[in-house]
């Protein structure tokens, strides 16, 4: 069942890159971080949504870039809202492509540092009580199996321990992280997403495209990227049963668990290199910042070796907020920066932004005006 669950997210991914049809309009949005009415103000601005956020762009593809978790509140708004939009835009003859972040690689894994956490809330129900004392039970019963094993007696259970578990884990945590699980409705969804896709010479990702990537296809990133995550989700689903993590137990507990095994248990063979899974590496495409911070003079060959080693000519990513909310083009023209930093309560200055490409023209668009951007339509071939 698991093998047959992978094949069809590998072949969904697969299926995403794939090239643009002659004259086809491409909107780029970047970071949204629950930010939902600025995501939705910029899809309208660029004239893919109407007033009731339904889908009239036609035939135009949107890609947006990843980074829709995280620090806003808006977070499952904007998944509903993306998850529709597939749909409508396939009914008519465009396309809707979302691209993990590094927010998405890190609630898919269990690492929930910046959520925010008056959104678990909006996951509670009337059932949530309940299960908080079901996962308390569990954790008690985790712990008592740990100590047994190492022979150190039977832990202690204050009234002091439940009421610290009770406040890591609030109503609608447990809710939360069940609807990012390989089982939840928004956890499915994202993992049959790619990291990046390629439209005609241009390669859309969330980080950047660095030399850890040098000599894979985008296919090759893709599919390893959802490979990592399907390892993560049976290891992880293995270890909990075994009671070496604690249910509610992401990668970073999962993998401290690994490193004091000796022998390590064969069935985790799968975390051996997990600490440089392309989904968690800084040098990853999830995380990788050399794009908007390299030195242009000294770095732009290995940009352009790069780019021509994945079959492309640009590369479009978020990531990184730039300064002033603006969009910005660096390496001659080769690599579009798109965070403007959405969510303007946390990014000061910040703002909506979509890249638009059309007929070979590179436009920004914002709330109030648009921008042709002066690059090269056609830029020389590697050397």
Do not use: C
Not at 142 to 149: L, S
Not at 341 to 364: H, K, N, Q, W
């Amino acid at each position: 069942m698991i093998e047959k669950t992978r094949s069809l997210m590998l072949a969904a991914v697969l299926l995403t890159a794939s090239g643009a049809a002659a004259g086809e309009r491409i909107v780029a949005v970047g970071d949204v971080h629950g930010s939902y009415d600025g995501l939705v103000s910029i899809l309208q601005r660029a004239e893919l949504i109407d007033a009731e956020t339904h889908w009239v762009g036609g035939e135009a593809t949107l890609v947006q870039t990843g980074d829709l978790f995280d620090r806003g509140l808006q977070v499952r708004e904007v998944l509903d809202l993306l998850m529709r939009l597939q749909g409508e835009s396939a009914a008519a003859g465009g396309r809707v492509i979302v691209l993990l972040g590094n927010h998405e690689g890190m609630n898919l894994t269990g690492f929930f540092r910046d959520v925010n956490p008056e959104i678990y809330g909006t996951f509670a129900d009337d059932k949530s009580e309940k299960r908080r004392k079901d996962g308390y039970r569990s954790f008690k019963k985790y712990w008592r199996a740990r100590n047994k094993a190492e022979g150190i007696g039977t832990p202690d259970f204050s009234s002091e321990v439940e009421a610290k578990w009770m406040a890591a884990y609030p109503p609608g945590f447990l809710e939360y992280m069940h609807a990012v699980g390989p089982d939840g409705r928004y956890g499915a969804w994202l993992r049959t997403l790619p990291v990046a896709v390629i439209i005609d010479d241009v390669l859309f990702m969330h980080g950047g495209l660095g030399p850890a990537l040098k000599g894979m296809t985008v296919d090759e990133i893709n599919t390893e990227a959802a490979a990592e995550l399907a390892t993560y989700d049976s290891t992880r689903r293995y270890m909990v049963k075994e009671r070496m993590v604690p249910a509610t137990a992401g990668l970073n507990s999962m993998l401290a668990a690994y490193s004091k095994q000796d022998p390590p248990d064969p069935a985790l063979a799968g975390l051996a290199d997990g600490g440089r899974w392309l989904i968690r590496s800084a040098d990853g495409p999830l995380w990788f910042r050399g794009n908007a911070r390299w030195d242009e003079e000294s770095h732009t060959a290995e940009v352009v070796e790069l780019l021509a080693g994945v079959g492309a000519q640009r590369v479009v990513g978020g990531h990184t907020v730039q300064d002033e909310g603006r969009i910005e083009v660096r390496f001659e023209g080769r690599v579009f920066l798109i965070d403007t930093g959405m969510l303007s309560s946390v990014y000061e200055g910040g703002r909506p932004s979509a890249l638009v490409i059309s007929d070979g023209t590179f436009t920004a668009i914002y709330p109030d005006g648009s921008e042709e951007l002066l690059v090269r339509k056609a830029l020389p071939e590697a050397a």
